[in-house]
């Protein structure tokens, strides 16, 4: 899962961009609200942790202007402002949630699955699917309850499939997820992705759609 992240505090940024690498994330680090505008004019991503006192553009008009847009992305807003009436407007200018600095990881790493639970319509926690399950928690993945070892992009693109079931990703989508923008990556690098799950998985239901990219089968 590719993370944009929109902070001009260069130890609190590093931190968190360190912390999000860590467990699994693709993260792209921006420290001014314009860059971050241009960013999401041309580029996909599947999670947005903004800022709000941001350098050129305000982390506030920002949020306006990309939902202003048609950006459904989901937003947590990270600020150093706790008054109600700050979260009142940073909620209302279309974030979907809120969390204050200084903030543990932790409790960033669980909002964020969280939000990408609610925008898939999962209830549960564990992605369940034919002999699967996955635990975005633990980064884990069983296969017919046995635990199997996957290195974080296998997991991170097993996890974008499995939460679009029964839709084609392009390519250039699943691509997007996977790797930032700074990262150099071979031309057949995603194809390898693929074959590693088919085959550590016995996974039949991974389709390759011809000129546009993959999607899982729903069972």
């Keep these: 899962m590719r993370v944009l992240l929109v902070e001009d505090d260069e130890l609190l940024g590093d931190g968190a961009r360190a912390g999000l690498l860590q467990v ?3 993260v792209d680090w921006l420290k001014d609200g314009l ?3 241009h960013a999401l004019e041309t580029e996909t991503f599947d999670i947005i942790v903004l800022d709000l006192g941001l350098p050129k553009l305000a982390g506030l008009e920002l949020l ?5 847009q048609g950006v459904a992305t989901p937003v947590i807003i990270l600020t150093a402002r706790e008054s109600v009436e700050d979260k009142i407007k940073g909620l209302d200018a279309g974030a979907d949630d809120y969390i204050s600095k200084p903030f543990d990881l932790d409790e960033l790493y669980a909002r964020i699955r969280a939000l990408l639970r609610r925008r898939s319509n999962r209830a549960q926690p564990i992605i369940a699917f034919a002999n699967l399950e996955l635990d975005p928690a633990s980064h884990t993945v069983k ?3 046995e635990l199997v070892s996957l290195p ?3 997991f991170a693109l097993l ?3 499995l939460e679009n079931a029964g839709q084609v990703l392009s390519r250039d989508q699943l691509m ?3 790797y930032s923008w700074d990262e150099e990556v071979d031309s057949n690098t995603l194809e390898v992705h693929i074959h590693n799950l088919r085959k550590k998985l016995d996974a039949d239901y991974i389709r390759t759609i011809r000129g546009v990219g993959y999607m899982v089968e729903k069972r």
């Design 24 to 26: 699994g994330y693709s």
């Design 159 to 161: 996890h974008k499939l």
């Design 176 to 178: 997007q997820s996977l």
């Design 152 to 154: 974080r992009r296998e």
């Design 64 to 68: 306006r202007h990309i939902r202003a």
């Design 35 to 37: 860059a971050a505008k």
């Design 143 to 145: 296969c017919d309850n």
